[in-house]
């Protein structure tokens, strides 16, 4: 039997202009920055949830880094609509 840590995801909502598959991705990185948020410590629960712009952003580009090292590829779209930042390094 497998238990692990369980939580409420915020809802993943995809901008507009990306196909089903780069939607499918994009929540994918909002996995990754969520999971990245909750371990700074913000709890996501409640329904006014706010974090420090800089953690967003940092946790976002840490999904994004992730995303690229499990899948190896990241659509033009889907870096201008989750990734684009300029600290980002993009390969």
Not at 23 to 29: E, F, L, Q, S, T
Not at 48 to 70: A, P
């Amino acid at each position: 039997m497998y238990t692990g840590l369980a939580w409420s995801l915020p809802e993943c909502k995809t901008p507009q202009g990306l196909n089903s598959d780069d939607a499918a991705n994009y929540c994918m990185i909002h996995t990754f920055r969520t999971a990245c948020l909750l371990g700074l410590g913000y709890d996501l629960e409640k329904g006014n949830w706010t974090v420090m712009r800089s953690h967003y952003e940092g946790c976002t580009i840490k999904g994004c880094d992730q995303f690229l090292e499990e899948t190896g590829a990241l659509s033009e779209s889907l870096f201008e609509k989750a990734c684009n930042f300029v600290q980002f390094d993009r390969r």
